[in-house]
């Protein structure tokens, strides 16, 4: 499968504890997206790479969540002393970065509940 | 920053009716309007897309309708069937700087057979 992959793809966890999500992108794009939906919502952009340069991070996205993509490659995405309302879909996605390829592929996405 | 609101959040049709999905932006200068399909637990794929300098694409029974001056953009789908059943997001973006795609909120779009 050359999609993007996500990993782990459950995770519960205890508030106040650190988790980590990695995600795979399609090899040859160059751009990586995090997202984060929550039930009946649309994704609700958290930050984006250009290669490994982190371009964007939303305003709205607390300190404690952090982003990495050392190597151009796979991403991760940290998120620490989480919250109750930090339970959600968080979802990668990558594109290619050239003109008039705007399509973005998801992965199936990491599903967060804090309890 | 963008901002993409969608109507309506909740939309029922008959198999064979068209079903109409409106949405608006707010900056001008976004030029890259895709839509998303996602069903029931999966992952949103790309169904259309349309860029500032056309007002209208049609792939099948799906089309998207662009109006730049007003900022909004819509989604038609004609003799829809019960696997169009889902929810649809629309989405803006500025393609000639690396930007992020900003979403709307989503219609569930259901299909009664």
């Known amino acids: 499968d050359t999609g993007v992959s996500q990993d782990p793809r459950h995770k519960i966890t205890k508030r106040g504890q650190n988790v980590t999500f990695r995600c795979d992108p399609i090899?040859?794009?160059?751009?990586l997206y995090w997202y984060r939906q929550t039930l009946g919502q649309g994704p609700e952009f958290l930050t984006y790479f250009q290669n490994e340069a982190q371009l964007e991070k939303s305003r709205l996205l607390s300190d404690r969540f952090s982003a990495e993509r050392p190597k151009g490659s796979f991403s991760t995405l940290e998120i620490q002393r989480t919250e109750q309302g930090d339970s959600a879909m968080y979802l990668c996605?990558?594109?290619?970065?050239?003109?008039?390829?705007?399509?973005?592929?998801f992965g199936e996405g990491s599903r967060l509940t804090v309890l | 920053g963008e901002n993409v609101e969608q109507h309506p959040s909740t939309l029922s049709v008959q198999e064979g009716d068209s079903a109409v999905i409106k949405c608006t932006y707010s900056?001008?200068?976004?030029?890259?309007f895709p839509w998303y399909k996602q069903e029931l637990g999966k992952r949103p794929q790309l169904i259309i897309d349309?860029?500032?300098?056309?007002g209208e694409k049609k792939d099948q029974r799906i089309a998207v309708t662009l109006n730049k001056t007003a900022k909004h953009f819509s989604l038609h789908i004609t003799e829809t069937q019960p696997e169009d059943s889902a929810v649809y997001f629309c989405a803006a973006s500025k393609e000639t700087s690396y930007d992020k795609v900003i979403f709307g909120p989503g219609t569930s779009l259901s299909v009664i057979p």
């Open positions: 349309i860029r500032s300098n056309v």
């Open positions: 900056d001008s200068a976004s030029n890259y």
């Open positions: 090899s040859e794009h160059n751009r």
């Open positions: 996605a990558s594109r290619a970065g050239t003109r008039n390829t705007g399509e973005l592929f």
